[in-house]
């Protein structure tokens, strides 16, 4: 018997029969008791697409932020910085235009967006230059040099004007008060921009400080002065004199009079005529009636004046004796706006990759707050300034080295990707030979595109900008804080 027990005992030692099917795993007992999963239902999957989205627009606000951070605390130390007494913190000049085919609205946004938070990092200071149509920037900015060229007294037919501007640099010069930073610059947002600030730019220190003859006879219509405008006298209006209105409320409010001279009130008597006769009323003479006063006539807006030198004739210009060796450097921000229900995933796309906008942005602004700059490159590499130099515009037949759109100067093809998108409305001349600074292509003359100087983030800043965003290193003004803590 026990020689028969022995092998089964080894047979249920070794395992189971081939035959028998293994156990399968049990698994975990919190997902058996959910049982199994149901299929996919309308309300849960529009929750979980809300979700998604939830998270994914908070995780790139906090991407951007993160980025315009790192440039902010890259610039944060020159707030820190004392200044003298009488000195004023550092000024730049930001010129913007409404984008083709949209408002000013859309550019303001822009720039508070990606710019200011990197000036209001560094307590700097800026000065605003808007253009609400074509030309207004161009106008602007050539208005202000021919004043400046004015004051350091170049002869004019039109001497400068005094104003509350002008008057307040005389009491700061009086007082002592200076400004802080030799290096000012300017801020331009959009190629439509750009184009109108190099032009504008040609023409304050190439045109004449006086209109031509052309254009001072049809002075009236460029201000909008040919509107006559009503004399003191008509548009004054003196109570009880004179008017038609004046004469019915007087009229009305003056009781009427009996033959004893005493006034009559009975109800009778209210209803009184424009002329101020009444029923009971003696006949006195009714006040001369005068025409009804003509409606003031709306003052036109303004328009900016033409240019005061067509490109074409920068050759024959001379430069003012006043420009400096080195115009004040300048930096163009991108301005990615297109519009149209069919460009709708390019405008999605473009906010879901607003960190990288964030990124060139803050670059661009931190070189102009750190005043680091260099000159614009041109087609000979030369930084020679000649003042018999030819002008050059942009033909296209010939290629360039810089942004491979065949420029020969930089300026010319900087961010000549915007002009793509822009309507075509305005992309089409509305007169054949018509001229327009947003459809003509950037001239160029060398006396002003070798003087002309461009802000650029330095090797150095650019990499110390990306250890603040890894948290490998402080801004400087924490640093200087944190050391003289410990010192204490």
């Given at each position: 018997?026990?020689?028969?027990?022995?092998?089964?005992?080894?047979?249920k030692a070794?395992?189971?029969a081939?035959?028998t099917a293994?156990?399968?795993?049990?698994?975990?007992?919190?997902?058996?008791?959910?049982?199994?999963?149901?299929a996919?239902?309308t309300?849960?999957e529009a929750?979980?697409?809300?979700v998604s989205?939830?998270?994914?627009?908070?995780?790139?606000?906090?991407?951007?932020?993160?980025?315009?951070?790192k440039?902010c605390d890259?610039?944060?130390?020159?707030?820190l910085e004392?200044?003298?007494?009488?000195?004023m913190?550092?000024?730049?000049?930001?010129?913007?235009?409404?984008?083709?085919?949209?408002g000013?609205?859309?550019?303001r946004?822009?720039?508070?967006?990606?710019?200011k938070?990197?000036?209001?990092a560094?307590?700097?200071?800026?000065?605003?230059?808007?253009?609400?149509?074509?030309?207004?920037v161009?106008?602007g900015?050539?208005?202000?040099?021919?004043?400046?060229?004015?004051?350091?007294?170049?002869?004019?037919e039109t001497?400068l004007e005094e104003d509350?501007?002008?008057a307040?640099?005389?009491?700061?010069?009086?007082s002592?008060?200076?400004?802080s930073?030799?290096?000012?610059g300017?801020?331009?947002?959009?190629?439509?921009?750009w184009?109108?600030?190099?032009?504008g730019l040609?023409?304050?220190?190439?045109?004449?400080?006086?209109?031509?003859?052309?254009?001072?006879?049809?002075t009236s219509?460029?201000?909008?002065?040919?509107?006559?405008?009503p004399?003191e006298?008509?548009s004054q209006?003196?109570?009880?004199?004179?008017?038609?209105?004046?004469?019915?409320?007087?009229?009305?409010?003056?009781p009427?009079?009996?033959?004893s001279?005493?006034s009559?009130?009975?109800p009778?008597?209210?209803?009184v005529?424009a002329?101020g006769?009444?029923?009971?009323?003696?006949?006195?003479?009714?006040?001369p009636?005068?025409?009804p006063?003509?409606?003031e006539?709306?003052?036109?807006n303004?328009?900016?004046?033409?240019p005061f030198?067509?490109?074409i004739?920068?050759s024959?210009?001379?430069?003012s004796?006043?420009?400096?060796?080195?115009?004040?450097?300048?930096t163009?921000?991108?301005?990615?706006h297109?519009?149209?229900f069919?460009?709708?995933?390019?405008?999605?796309?473009?906010?879901?990759?607003?960190?990288?906008?964030?990124?060139?942005?803050?670059?661009?602004?931190?070189?102009?707050?750190?005043?680091l700059y260099?000159?614009?490159?041109d087609?000979?590499?030369?930084?020679?300034?000649?003042d018999?130099?030819?002008p050059?515009?942009?033909?296209?037949e010939?290629?360039?080295?810089?942004?491979?759109?065949?420029?020969?100067?930089?300026?010319?093809?900087?961010l000549?990707n915007?002009?793509?998108?822009w309507p075509?409305?305005?992309?089409k001349?509305?007169?054949?030979g018509?001229?327009?600074?947003w459809?003509?292509?950037?001239?160029i003359?060398?006396?002003?595109?070798?003087?002309m100087?461009?802000?650029?983030v330095a090797?150095?800043?650019?990499?110390?900008?990306?250890?603040?965003?890894?948290?490998?290193?402080?801004a400087?003004?924490?640093?200087?804080?944190?050391e003289g803590?410990?010192?204490a």
């Open positions: 018997m026990a020689d028969k027990e022995a092998p089964s005992s080894q047979s070794a395992g189971p081939p035959g293994a156990k399968a795993p049990q698994g975990n007992p919190v997902f058996r008791m959910m049982g199994k999963f149901p996919p239902v309300h849960r929750y979980r697409s809300k989205r939830i998270c994914g627009s908070s995780y790139l606000l906090y991407e951007k932020r993160r980025i315009q951070k440039w890259l610039v944060s130390h020159i707030a004392p200044l003298p007494e009488r000195a913190p550092r000024k730049v000049t930001i010129f913007l235009s409404a984008p083709p085919g949209d000013l609205r859309s550019a946004d822009h720039f508070h967006e990606y710019v938070p990197v000036l209001v560094a307590a700097m200071d800026w000065d605003v230059v808007e253009g609400r149509r074509e030309g207004d161009r106008a900015l050539a208005s202000r040099l021919r004043r400046l060229r004015k004051k350091n007294g170049e002869p004019t001497p509350s501007q002008l307040i640099e005389e009491l700061r010069k009086a002592g008060i200076t400004e930073g030799s290096v000012k300017d801020i331009i947002i959009g190629r439509s921009t184009k109108e600030y190099v032009r040609h023409e304050g220190w190439l045109g004449p400080l006086d209109p031509p003859a052309s254009q001072a006879e049809s219509d460029i201000t909008g002065s040919e509107v006559p405008l004399s006298e008509s209006h003196t109570p009880g004199h004179g008017s038609l209105g004046d004469v019915a409320v007087t009229a009305a409010l003056s009427a009079e009996d033959d001279g005493s009559s009130t009975s009778g008597d209210t209803a005529s002329d006769a009444s029923p009971t009323a003696e006949s006195t003479p009714a006040a009636e005068t025409p006063e003509a409606e006539p709306k003052p036109k303004p328009k900016q004046p033409p030198i067509a490109t004739a920068y024959s210009a001379t430069v004796p006043n420009i400096p060796t080195e115009l004040g450097p300048s163009i921000i991108p301005f990615p297109i519009l149209g069919l460009n709708t995933p390019i405008r999605v796309y473009r906010f879901l990759t607003r960190r990288q906008l964030a990124d060139d942005i803050g670059r661009q602004t931190a070189a102009a707050v750190l005043a260099r000159p614009f490159h087609p000979a590499q030369s930084l020679v300034v000649s018999d130099a030819q050059t515009g942009f033909a296209g010939e290629a360039s080295s810089f942004d491979g759109s065949g420029s020969k100067w930089e300026q010319q093809g900087v000549r915007e002009e793509a998108e075509k409305d305005v992309r001349r509305v007169r054949d018509s001229e327009s600074v459809l003509d292509e950037i001239v003359d060398p006396r002003i595109g070798q003087r100087r461009r802000f650029e090797a150095g800043e650019e990499a110390r900008a990306q250890r603040i965003k890894e948290g490998k290193e402080g400087l003004g924490q640093i200087a804080a944190d803590a410990s010192s």
